[in-house]
């Protein structure tokens, strides 16, 4: 039986969702939902359950833990400029084995501890970093679920967290292991 409509605009806003997020969930738009809302539309039997069906899944994943939650932040990383001195020192002070190499705004790439290591004898301390730098590594959104995160932390050592287009965390196994008994 399907339920009145009356109910959705205090449930969504319960949930933290604003109407474009529900009608992205929901397949519909958002003038629809704003007048559903409003009770100026009665939408059919299929548009309704969508609607209902979107609010239910909402409410699932609300109560599973998002890398937001987990993550490490503000970034530690290094320019592609800065030498493999810099890198490592960063790496040894705050007990971490990778960094993301960014120029500007935009993640160009990675160093890692193993990609340093690899490189002795062919580089120097002053090396820039951009000489010895991988391939970025990947980035997901701040409300990503944990779960996907710790899917990607099987092929990469950190994933970057993003945001309205910056990077503002990062989250590596090990972040994974000290929140296990929040995920």
Not at 74 to 89: L, T
């Amino acid at each position: 039986m399907l339920r009145d409509l009356s109910h959705i605009a205090k449930e969504r806003r319960a949930l933290g969702l604003s109407q474009r997020e529900l009608a992205r969930m929901a397949g519909v738009s958002q003038s629809l939902i704003s007048k559903v809302e409003r009770g100026q539309v009665v939408p059919n039997y299929e548009i309704a359950l969508r609607i209902i069906r979107a609010l239910e899944l909402a409410r699932e994943l609300k109560g599973v833990p998002k890398v937001r939650d987990i993550m490490s932040h503000p970034v530690i990383s290094v320019s592609p400029r800065d030498s493999v001195k810099r890198a490592v020192s960063l790496m040894l002070e705050n007990g971490i084995s990778q960094l993301p190499v960014i120029s500007g705004d935009r993640v160009i790439g990675s160093v890692t501890e193993e990609s340093i290591m690899n490189r002795i004898g062919s580089i120097s301390a002053d090396t820039p970093i951009e000489d010895v730098m991988g391939g970025p590594l990947p980035i997901l959104p701040a409300d990503a679920s944990v779960s996907l995160a710790r899917e990607v932390l099987q092929f990469y050592p950190a994933v970057l967290i993003q945001e309205n287009g910056r990077v503002i965390g990062i989250v590596t196994k090990s972040d994974i292991l000290r929140n296990l008994e929040r995920i």
